[in-house]
C-alpha cells in the first residue's frame, strides 16, 4: 500500500505552477549575446541553456510554466515555440511565453525579478496553483523540483529557496545565506564583497541557485507588498527574500537531496555559464569520457528542438587530409574533413580540410575554412572562418582581432570576422 505522505507528494507537481525568469542581459558573455538574450544561448551541441530549466519542470511533473522574456527576445520566443509546443493544453498543460510589456501610465519595463512576476499576477492568478515554483532560466543542471516542492511543504513555512555550495571565491556572484539546524535561513546576502563560508569548511559558501518555491497565495500578497514600498529595487534576491528571512518565513533546501544522476561522492552538479571562461569550460567538460552532467540518460532527458539533420559525416581517408574527431561531441548535419579534438560542434558545422580545431566550442551553421588553427576558442553561430586564420598561438594578436579573455579563452563572431576584412 501506498502511503498518504507518498501520494501527496506525487500530486504536488500537479499543484504547481513554475515562472521562469528569462530576460537577462547576459552582458558577461559579451558578444555572445549581442543578439540574444541568455538563457536563448546554445550549449551542448543541440540545446539552449533554458531547455534545462524547462526539462527540469517537464520531468518533476511541473507542466504549467510561465516564461518571462525582456531583453533580444525574439530568438528564445522562437525557439519556445518550436520546441515547446509537445504539451497539451487539453490537459491543463503549457509553456506560455510572456513578453515584457509597459504597463498604462508607466514608461518603464520590468525593474526587477519580483516586479517581473508582479506584473504578471493575473496571470499566475488564472494558473490556479496553490504553489509557485520561481526559476532561473539560465542556469545546467538537472533537478527534480518534485522533492524540493515536498521539503517545502513538510517544514510548513511560506518560502523555501534552493542552495548550493560553491567555492567561496565564486561566491560573490550570488545570494549566499546561512540556515540553522532545523532549516531556517537566518542570514541571506546578495552578492557581498566578502562572503561568508560554511562551518565545516571555511573555503566554501552556501549560494542560491535563484530557485524559490512560495505558497502563491503569499507570493502575490508579499509582491504586492514589495511593489509598494518606494525604497525596493524590486528584486527577489536584494529585497523580497532578505526581508521575509529577518521574518523567518524562509527554509534552505540543499541540493544534494534533488540533484538527478549524482553519482555516490560527487558534487551535485550545477553551472551559472554567466561568463564566457564559465560557458567554455562547462562545454568543454562535456567532452570528457565520463563528464559530471549526463546527457544520455533517457530517464532524466532535456528536450529541445532538433532540426531534421542527417548523421555527422567524416570525409577523405588520404594522407594530405583526413576528417577525425577525437574526444569531440560532433552534432547532426555536421561535414569534417579537418581534425578536431577535444571540442564540441553545433549542428551544421563545417570543418574544411587540413583545419585543426582544438578545445574549440563551435556554434551552429559556423563554417571553419581550409587550414585554419583554432585553440581554446567559442565561434558564434553562421561565423565564417577564413582559410588559414590562426587563433590561439598569439594572445597579443588574438586580443587585438577578438575578444579574449583573461583566462586565454577567445570568442570570434561573425562581425569581428568583417572586420578583419575591411
Known amino acids: 500500500?501506498?502511503?498518504?505522505?507518498?501520494?501527496?507528494?506525487?500530486?504536488?507537481p500537479r499543484r504547481t505552477a513554475a515562472i521562469v525568469l528569462a530576460g537577462g542581459r547576459g552582458s558577461r558573455l559579451l558578444d555572445?549575446?549581442?543578439?540574444?538574450?541568455?538563457?536563448?544561448?546554445?550549449?551542448?551541441?543541440?540545446?539552449?541553456?533554458?531547455?534545462?530549466?524547462?526539462?527540469?519542470?517537464?520531468?518533476?511533473?511541473?507542466?504549467?510554466?510561465?516564461?518571462?522574456?525582456?531583453?533580444?527576445?525574439?530568438?528564445?520566443?522562437?525557439?519556445?515555440?518550436?520546441?515547446w509546443g509537445f504539451l497539451r493544453g487539453e490537459l491543463n498543460e503549457f509553456v506560455q511565453v510572456l513578453p515584457a510589456n509597459q504597463r498604462m501610465g508607466s514608461d518603464v519595463w520590468y525593474q526587477g525579478t519580483a516586479d517581473a512576476v508582479h506584473q504578471n499576477q493575473e496571470v499566475i492568478k488564472s494558473f490556479n496553483c496553490d504553489y509557485t515554483i520561481v526559476l532561473a532560466g539560465d542556469h545546467i543542471y538537472k533537478m527534480n523540483y518534485a522533492i524540493a516542492l515536498a521539503h517545502h511543504v513538510e517544514h510548513g513555512r511560506e518560502c523555501t529557496v534552493a542552495c548550493v555550495e560553491v567555492p567561496k571565491e565564486q561566491a560573490s556572484g550570488f545570494g549566499v545565506l546561512h540556515a540553522n539546524d532545523h532549516g531556517v535561513v537566518t542570514d541571506f546576502v546578495e552578492k557581498p564583497h566578502d562572503p561568508s563560508t560554511v562551518p565545516h569548511s571555511p573555503d566554501r559558501s552556501l549560494a542560491s541557485m535563484g530557485i524559490y518555491v512560495f505558497d502563491t497565495a503569499f507570493l502575490l500578497s508579499e509582491l504586492a507588498r514589495d511593489a509598494a514600498d518606494p525604497a525596493s529595487t524590486h528584486d527577489f534576491g536584494r529585497d523580497l527574500i532578505p526581508r521575509l528571512v529577518r521574518e523567518e518565513r524562509v527554509v534552505a533546501h540543499r541540493f544534494e537531496s534533488s540533484a538527478v544522476n549524482r553519482k555516490a561522492g560527487d558534487e551535485p552538479y550545477w553551472r551559472d555559464v554567466g561568463t564566457l571562461d564559465s560557458y567554455w569550460d562547462a562545454n568543454i567538460d562535456l567532452t570528457a569520457t565520463l563528464p559530471q552532467l549526463n546527457l544520455y540518460d533517457?530517464?532524466?532527458?532535456?528536450?529541445?528542438?532538433?532540426?531534421?539533420?542527417?548523421?555527422?559525416?567524416?570525409?577523405?581517408?588520404?594522407?594530405?587530409?583526413?576528417?577525425?574527431?577525437?574526444?569531440?561531441?560532433?552534432?547532426?548535419?555536421?561535414?569534417?574533413?579537418?581534425?578536431?579534438?577535444?571540442?564540441?560542434?553545433?549542428?551544421?558545422?563545417?570543418?574544411?580540410?587540413?583545419?585543426?580545431?582544438?578545445?574549440?566550442?563551435?556554434?551552429?551553421?559556423?563554417?571553419?575554412?581550409?587550414?585554419?588553427?583554432?585553440?581554446?576558442?567559442?565561434?558564434?553561430?553562421?561565423?565564417?572562418?577564413?582559410?588559414?586564420?590562426?587563433?590561439?598561438?598569439?594572445?597579443?594578436?588574438?586580443?587585438?582581432?577578438?575578444?579574449?579573455?583573461?583566462?586565454?579563452?577567445?570568442?570570434?563572431?561573425?562581425?569581428?570576422?568583417?572586420?578583419?576584412?575591411?
Request: proline content about 5%; glycine content about 8%; overall charge positive.
Open 298 to 422: 533517457q530517464r532524466w532527458p532535456i528536450w529541445t528542438y532538433q532540426p531534421q539533420l542527417p548523421p555527422a559525416k567524416f570525409v577523405h581517408n588520404s594522407d594530405e587530409r583526413r576528417g577525425i574527431a577525437i574526444e569531440s561531441l560532433v552534432s547532426g548535419g555536421c561535414i569534417v574533413s579537418g581534425k578536431i579534438q577535444s571540442s564540441l560542434l553545433f549542428s551544421g558545422v563545417r570543418v574544411h580540410s587540413n583545419a585543426i580545431v582544438k578545445s574549440a566550442v563551435v556554434l551552429p551553421g559556423a563554417q571553419i575554412g581550409r587550414g585554419a588553427r583554432l585553440h581554446r576558442v567559442v565561434v558564434d553561430s553562421e561565423c565564417q572562418i577564413p582559410p588559414d586564420l590562426v587563433v590561439g598561438e598569439d594572445p597579443d594578436q588574438d586580443a587585438q582581432r577578438f575578444v579574449r579573455t583573461d583566462s586565454g579563452i577567445t570568442l570570434i563572431t561573425g562581425a569581428m570576422i568583417d572586420r578583419l576584412r575591411t
Open 32 to 83: 555572445l549575446t549581442a543578439n540574444r538574450s541568455k538563457p536563448a544561448v546554445h550549449f551542448g551541441g543541440n540545446f539552449r541553456i533554458i531547455d534545462f530549466a524547462l526539462s527540469n519542470a517537464v520531468n518533476s511533473g511541473v507542466r504549467r510554466i510561465a516564461v518571462l522574456t525582456q531583453y533580444t527576445s525574439h530568438s528564445l520566443i522562437r525557439h519556445i515555440q518550436m520546441a
Open 1 to 12: 500500500m501506498i502511503r498518504n505522505d507518498v501520494v501527496a507528494s506525487l500530486e504536488l
